[in-house]
């Protein structure tokens, strides 16, 4: 409803502001936005886990050398930890609780929420469930390891900031252009979008931007 509503209201302002030729243009605008805030939230949501995953291992740590089976311990996890942890947890520990296998519930949870930092962690505690050994010493190493990774990660994503604004002022830019160009000359983008070549042209424009904008996204995005 939210997409269809947008797609229509930005059709008609388009045609309204600029003419209707960029009604279809910024109906499909709106798509590409909708379709990239999802994604943003996705990303956001599992960012706010991977930054939780160093406390949810100190918690898994502490509570198996207590003497709690990792079942228990992962239910406390999900008691202790906010959202998104702690709700990804719940739908963990639910699962075990009507007879899901651990490998299962925790293969689910690395496809929801996929992450090298969750792999590393869904890997270590199977592999010490199938073994039967005590995983402790494991998770304290894998704690700091986390801890590490989430400050790597942030120093990154600090120096690539620039870049990722600049991704994003390239079509502002160019769509602000234009509606300076109408400003200043009313009609002028009716009459240029009243020809082929005209119609062409600012299509080839669009697609360029579009084009430089996932280039630069590419381009400022590191694996850590």
Same mark, same amino acid.
């Given at each position: 409803m939210a997409l269809a509503v947008? $797609? @229509? $209201?930005?059709? $008609?302002?388009?045609? @309204? @502001?600029?003419?209707?030729?960029? &009604?279809?243009?910024? &109906?499909?605008? &709106? *798509?590409? $936005? @909708?379709?990239?805030?999802?994604?943003?939230? /996705?990303?956001? /949501?599992i960012e706010r886990f991977i930054n939780q995953l160093p406390?949810?291992? /100190? *918690?898994?740590?502490n509570a198996t050398q207590a003497g709690l089976a990792l079942r228990m311990a992962l239910s406390l996890a999900a008691d202790e930890l906010e959202a998104p942890a702690g709700d990804e947890l719940e739908k963990v520990a639910q699962q075990l609780a009507v007879g899901t296998s651990l490998d299962d519930a925790l293969g689910e949870l690395a496809e929801r929420l996929p992450s090298r930092e969750l792999v590393v962690l869904v890997t270590t505690l199977v592999l010490a469930n199938r073994a039967g050994g005590t995983v402790v010493s494991s998770l304290r190493n894998l704690t700091e390891t986390l801890e590490e990774r989430k400050e790597t990660r942030r120093e990154v994503r600090t120096q690539l900031s620039q870049v990722s604004m600049t991704a994003y002022s390239v079509p502002v830019i160019g769509v602000g252009s234009l509606l300076l160009i109408d400003n200043m000359q009313p009609g002028a983008l009716d009459r240029m979008t009243s020809t082929g070549l005209g119609q062409f042209a600012v299509v080839a424009a669009f697609a360029l931007y579009v084009v430089g904008f996932a280039a630069i996204r590419r381009f400022s995005k590191i694996d850590v």
């Open positions: 947008t $797609v @229509a $209201v930005l059709w $008609v302002v388009g045609q @309204a @502001a600029l003419s209707p030729f960029f &009604g279809p243009i910024c &109906g499909l605008l &709106g *798509i590409w $936005v @909708a379709l990239g805030y999802l994604n943003w939230q /996705r990303q956001k /949501r406390e949810l291992s /100190r *918690i898994l740590a």
